[in-house]
């Protein structure tokens, strides 16, 4: 399938950035599997916010994907070139999720928040793997209180299963 072709049913995968770290290879292996099994019962695509070295296997293994090839979205300083690329990166998301009309949005990090948010508010069902380390999730914890309001499922790693129990308790 490439990237023009709509099939019947559809999962739009969004992953952060290509790097060859935790949560995009954990994203890849599952892509790989699923490229590989033709008996996989939809069609999906993945969308990539900060491009990297992991692209070149997504070409090689056949897998579809969109990147925005834009540098990192993280908000260290708020400048006029930064904003304008925030501004693109999550309107073409818009356009992505209007135009592919995915069934279920997965992200491959809770790092996402705003891709599962907008997904939501367009009534996609969503899931979120949660897999990241203790420190980073504590850091994340008003982005899993803010977005489980959006968010259909969670996919959590074992050891990150009692903070996001946590996060859940907190007062929304």
Known sequence: MNATEVPERRVLFVCHQALLTGAAVAL???????????????????????????????IDAGIPFVCSNKGSLAVRSWTARKVWGFI???????????????????????????????????????????????????????????????????TLTEAVQPIVAIAKESPA
């Open 28 to 58: 890849f292996r599952i892509l790989e599997a699923l490229s590989e099994n033709a008996a996989t019962p939809f069609g999906f695509l993945v969308c990539v916010r900060v491009p990297g070295p992991l692209l070149q296997r997504f």
């Open 88 to 154: 693109r990166y999550y309107a073409s998301f818009v356009v992505l999720l209007l135009r592919y009309r995915p069934d279920i949005v997965y992200s491959n990090t809770s790092v996402n928040n705003l891709e599962v948010t907008i997904a939501r508010i367009l009534g996609v069902r969503t899931i979120v793997h949660v897999h990241e380390g203790e420190d980073m999730v504590s850091r994340l914890h008003g982005r899993l209180i803010w977005s489980r309001q959006f968010t259909t499922k969670y």
